[in-house]
């Protein structure tokens, strides 16, 4: 497995970082779906959308190329092969940020939309998916960014009080912030790397994990 060096981000300010545009299709379809998964799932009736972020969380996509894990999160309908997850309604998975190999970053949806990316905890997180971690391991310029990206995350959002990998998200399941009402509807997540994953909390010491 691919060690990562250890990497510091110092006087990181908000306007250093660049984020470019890959929106996800985010019309009146997605959001009604999206309400429906709230109520299904989490068993609130929402007036909208929004999200107060307590948490982020760092995934991989498990495709090993950028356009083709745009394509499996464009949709606003969940496609037929993740029949697992459809039981759950069938908004499509989504996630706010994708990190490419070079380390370029795409925003895929506004930062205050809730994303369907982890279980339980879509209304309170902020995901970010790493293109990779298929057959191709995650980079050194993707441990950069996602360290920027957070950094940029915790300033903008002081709220912010999480950091973990999505393997890690069934330790929240006796948490105030988990809704899933669900108790049979969980997956095994493996994502991602988890030295990708502590070499990126190296540098928050102050965000919790559980």
Not at 30 to 47: A, D, G, H, M, Q
Not at 197 to 207: G, W
């Amino acid at each position: 497995m691919k060690k990562f060096l250890l990497l510091t981000i110092l006087l990181l300010n908000l306007n250093a970082i660049e984020i470019k545009q890959l929106p996800l299709d985010f019309g009146k379809t997605r959001v009604e779906l999206t309400k429906e998964y709230i109520k299904n799932s989490y068993n609130l009736e929402v007036e909208n959308i929004h999200i107060i972020p307590k948490i982020i969380v760092i995934h991989h996509t498990a495709i090993d190329d950028l356009k083709e894990s745009y394509e499996k999160f464009k949709p606003e309908i969940l496609t037929s092969d993740r029949k697992y997850i459809k039981k759950a309604g069938r908004l499509n998975v989504s996630a706010h940020f994708f990190v490419d190999f070079d380390g370029t970053i795409y925003s895929l949806i506004p930062e205050n939309y809730m994303a369907r990316h982890v279980i339980g905890l879509n209304l309170s997180s902020i995901g970010i998916e790493n293109v990779g971690g298929n057959k191709k391991s995650l980079t050194e310029a993707q441990l950069k960014s996602n360290i920027e990206l957070v950094k940029y995350l915790k300033e903008k959002y002081k709220t912010i009080e999480y950091l973990i990998g999505h393997y890690e998200y069934t330790n929240f399941e006796n948490h105030h912030l988990f809704l899933e009402k669900d108790d049979k509807y969980r997956t095994v997540k493996h994502d991602p790397d988890i030295n990708f994953m502590e070499n990126i909390k190296a540098n928050f010491p102050d965000l919790k994990s559980l």
